[in-house]
């Protein structure tokens, strides 16, 4: 059975910080492509950053320069690192996983909560 569990959202204040987490098992996550997406109040899913295997990111334009991406392959643990946080950041932050060949399979989180105060 796969799983993804996120941690580490909460409350946060503008220019504070987070990091959330995403542990993963039920699949090789070596062979998958970690994402984070998010869904604020009345907006479509949208792709924050997603990282490969080997490392390699991409982020979304809204959050260059404030959020990275990270993973640890050895404990199956994507991270999301949020810096500079704006009330727009305020959503929910889901983990998504991708094989990276069968991109059939395809895998969500429950989604944890951020809310940044203005």
């Known amino acids: 059975q796969v799983q993804l569990v996120e941690s580490g959202g909460g409350l946060a204040q503008t220019g504070g910080s987070l990091r959330l987490s995403c542990a993963a098992s039920?699949?090789?996550?070596?062979?998958?492509?970690m994402s984070w997406y998010r869904q604020a109040p009345g907006r479509q899913r949208e792709l924050v950053a997603a990282?490969?295997?080997?490392?390699?990111?991409s982020l979304a334009v809204a959050v260059e320069g404030r959020f990275t991406i990270s993973r640890d392959n050895a404990n199956n643990t994507v991270y999301l690192h949020l810096n500079s946080l704006k009330p727009e950041d305020t959503a929910v932050y889901y983990c998504n996983a991708i094989h990276a060949i069968l991109k059939s399979n395809v895998y969500w989180g429950q989604g944890t909560q951020v809310i940044v105060s203005s």
């Open positions: 990282i490969a295997h080997g490392g390699t990111t």
């Open positions: 039920g699949i090789i996550f070596s062979s998958y492509v």
